[in-house]
C-alpha cells in the first residue's frame, strides 16, 4: 500500500526507535525511506533594544547543524542498509519542523509519514502541541503515529 515512507529524526532515543519501527515497516510493506531532519536556524537573541553578542558565526553555526542533521540521518541510513530498504536523506533549515516535514514529505513525493508521538509535555503541550499534532492537523498525506 505505501510504496516510499518519510521518516522524520530529532536524533533523540524515542526518534531512533521510532526509525527502527519505521525501517521494518517499509521492509514489510516493500517500501523505500526518505529520512529527514530539520536543523535549526541561527539564533539571534535580543536584550531590550539591542542585540547579544554570540560567539557563534552564522557560518560555524550551519556548519554545527550540517554535521548534526549528518549524525542523526547516519543513524536512518545504516538502519536501512541492514534492513535492505532503500534510504535517501534530506534535510532543510528551518525553525517550524512541522512545516518542513510537511514540505519533505511532498518535494520527495512520499505517501505516508511515519512519526514519533513525543512532544512537549504540559502546559506548554497544551498551549503549543506537539510537531506530530501539527503534522497531524496540517497534512495532506498519511500519518503513522508510532507509540
Given at each position: 500500500?505505501?510504496?516510499?515512507?518519510?521518516?522524520?529524526?530529532?536524533?533523540?532515543?524515542?526518534?531512533?526507535?521510532?526509525?527502527?519501527?519505521?525501517?521494518?515497516?517499509?521492509?514489510?510493506?516493500?517500501a523505500?525511506?526518505?529520512?529527514?531532519?530539520?536543523?535549526?536556524?541561527y539564533?539571534?537573541?535580543y536584550?531590550?533594544e539591542?542585540?547579544?553578542?554570540?560567539?557563534?558565526?552564522?557560518?560555524?553555526?550551519?556548519?554545527?547543524a550540517?554535521?548534526?542533521?549528518?549524525?542523526?540521518?547516519?543513524?536512518?541510513?545504516?538502519?536501512?542498509?541492514?534492513?535492505?530498504?532503500?534510504?535517501?536523506?534530506?534535510?532543510?533549515?528551518?525553525?517550524?519542523?512541522?512545516?518542513?516535514?510537511?514540505?519533505?514529505?511532498?518535494?520527495?513525493?512520499?505517501?505516508?509519514?511515519?512519526?514519533?508521538?513525543?512532544?512537549?509535555?504540559?502546559?506548554?503541550?497544551?498551549?503549543?502541541?506537539?510537531?506530530?499534532?501539527k503534522?497531524?492537523?496540517h497534512?495532506?498525506?498519511?500519518?503513522?503515529?508510532?507509540?
Open positions: 500500500m505505501f510504496k516510499h515512507i518519510l521518516v522524520p529524526t530529532d536524533g533523540s532515543q524515542l526518534s531512533q526507535d521510532t526509525v527502527s519501527r519505521a525501517v521494518a515497516f517499509a521492509k514489510e510493506a516493500g523505500r525511506v526518505t529520512a529527514f531532519f530539520a536543523k535549526p536556524e539564533p539571534v537573541t536584550f531590550g539591542g542585540a547579544l553578542i554570540d560567539p557563534t558565526t552564522p557560518e560555524k553555526f550551519s556548519e554545527m550540517d554535521q548534526q542533521a549528518k549524525e542523526v540521518l547516519a543513524f536512518v541510513q545504516e538502519a536501512c542498509a541492514a534492513a535492505g530498504v532503500d534510504c535517501q536523506t534530506v534535510s532543510a533549515t528551518s525553525d517550524i519542523p512541522y512545516e518542513a516535514i510537511i514540505q519533505a514529505a511532498e518535494k520527495a513525493g512520499c505517501d505516508l509519514i511515519f512519526m514519533a508521538s513525543h512532544g512537549r509535555k504540559g502546559i506548554s503541550g497544551l498551549l503549543l502541541g506537539s510537531e506530530t499534532n503534522v497531524l492537523t497534512s495532506k498525506i498519511p500519518v503513522l503515529v508510532y507509540r
